[in-house]
């Protein structure tokens, strides 16, 4: 399975994308500005194409009682997984999905529904990795 995230749109504070599963829109992304120099939980990982896998997360599984998805090998990050999320505040270089995004330029992007955006994209990727394997690929359209 491919999964594409196209980064459309970004401030000095947020990056927001479209996330596409097999070529068709299933939500929205919010996550960290592009910064050049890394700044650990404040900067968007590299574009690229990543394996996904699922682990155990100690902060998120107990939450929702299953195994996250994560991006595998991302050059200088560890641990970006997709996950709820409303705002860059709770992304720490992670991908949150929402239904509907909100684009401030002079202030702080945020997304609704993310929940329910989340319960809706994690079983068609989940079930992809463990039948079939399933990568990201991220595209920078925004820069």
Known sequence: MRVTLNRFVSSADDSL?????NGKFSAFIIE??????????????????YKLVLVDSPKFSPIYGHKMIMLEAVPGFTGILIHPGV???????CLCPGNVARFNPMGESRLEESKAAYF??????AQAIQTEGAEIEVIDSDL
């Open 87 to 93: 705002s860059q505040k709770d992304t720490e270089g």
């Open 120 to 125: 809706r994209i994690y079983p068609i990727i």
């Open 32 to 49: 960290d500005e592009y910064r050049q120099q890394k700044v650990k939980g404040e900067t968007r990982i590299p574009a690229g194409i």
């Open 17 to 21: 994308s479209m996330l596409c599963i």
